[in-house]
């Protein structure tokens, strides 16, 4: 279809679901079984998606931040895109847990929970930094992430097995785009090298808590992935990225919880009600209306 200019074809309602799945516009759930499997308990089932579906919607949010921001217009267009690819998982996973539990669904949990209910980790949830820190984090989440939805893939929930069959090549993406601007900032200048160590070191005490294995992940085996078997696949890439960047891993200690509890809990840094306060305004402010 042609349009006179861009605007037209951005506000063009023919077709909504195209901007409902990141970049991908067919819908990745299109002849999947969305009942509730046999055997598997809903809230659990709720959790856990809230758990994988949070971590993308702060992300998101965060990414959303650079906007105007970035170095180059490439890295622009990069940048929101992947945004814009984690905002679709986190809708199909907050979706997913609302028809688990029957709960508020995906404008319900994004924009009307209070901060200890959501369920992300407190790596994706620190405020914008500089651009390695941006590097640092998403090159660490989009690592963790695909390995996660690699094995996903065949969960026994058919959702969840969908979600992760269409995430794979976006977070491959995601993961090839942050360690090849790693190794451009690691095997750079003094300066640029000095810089990406420095974020490094600021994002590895968020590490360990990735590869805790949470309650909910343990009483859905076949249907979660416990995220402890991923850590090998993730010190093997990270070790073959950092060696091409000329930058060491981090000895630092992990960051600690908060009265006995980490993201996955509820238990968020000082920046994550922040966060939310941006995030949640406009829909806060007018609850009736109809997005």
Known sequence: MAF???????????????????????DPLSGVD??????????????YCLMLGDDALVLSHRLQEWC?????????VAIANIGLDLLGQARLLLARAGRAENGPGEDGYAFFRAEHEFRNVRLVEAGRGDFARLVAVLFVMSTWRLAVFQRL????????AAIAGKGVNELAYHRDYAAGWLVRLGDGTDV?????????????????????????????????IDPADTRAEFDDVVSHVFGAATVAVP??????GVAGGKGRDGRHTEAMGYLLAELQSVARAHPEATW
């Open 4 to 26: 006179d200019n861009a605007y037209e074809a951005l506000a063009d309602a023919h077709d909504d679901s195209r901007w409902a799945f990141g970049t991908g516009f067919e």
């Open 34 to 47: 969305t009942g509730l499997p046999s055997g598997v308990d809903g809230p659990d089932l709720a959790q």
């Open 68 to 76: 105007t921001r970035a170095p180059e217009l490439e890295d622009e």
């Open 153 to 160: 893939r065949t969960s026994a929930d058919p959702v969840l």
């Open 192 to 224: 640029s090298r000095e810089r990406m160590q420095t974020a490094l070191e600021e994002v590895w005490p968020f590490v360990p808590e990735l590869f805790d294995t949470h309650e909910v992940e343990r009483r859905l085996a076949g249907v979660a």
């Open 251 to 256: 000895d630092v200690p992990p960051k600690a």
